[in-house]
């Protein structure tokens, strides 16, 4: 079973910039697809970005140009870096995890956008 921590969420202010951080308890070259989605308040979970092994990368176009995803294989840890941010960012974030027919996800950190 694949474990996944998220960090790097708080409050900032619109405009400023946050990097999401999500380490896993295996080797993520072997895992697959990883991703960050995220779920706002009465929302539905949505799908922010995701990033295969072999580092193609898709975004959501309220994210594309202000949203980075990035994996490192030696830390095993996959990144959300999150420039420009709006206050229609906030959200809890969670880290996805596809291995195989399993997806695994974090516990989630909040990030909150406002002035």
């Known amino acids: 079973q694949v474990q996944l921590v998220e960090s790097g969420g708080g409050l900032v202010q619109p405009g400023g910039s946050l990097r999401l951080s999500c380490a896993a308890s295996?080797?993520?070259?072997?895992?697959?697809?990883m991703g960050w989605y995220r779920q706002a308040p009465g929302k539905e979970r949505e799908l922010v970005a995701f990033?295969?092994?072999?580092?193609?990368?898709n975004y959501a176009d309220s994210v594309k140009g202000r949203f980075t995803i990035s994996r490192d294989d030696v830390e095993n840890t996959v990144y959300l870096q999150m420039n420009s941010l709006k206050p229609e960012d906030t959200a809890v974030y969670y880290c996805?995890?596809?291995?195989?027919?399993?997806?695994?996800w974090g516990q989630g950190t909040q990030v909150t956008v406002s002035s």
């Open positions: 990033i295969t092994s072999g580092g193609r990368t």
């Open positions: 295996e080797s993520i070259f072997s895992i697959g697809a």
């Open positions: 996805n995890a596809v291995k195989g027919a399993f997806a695994y």
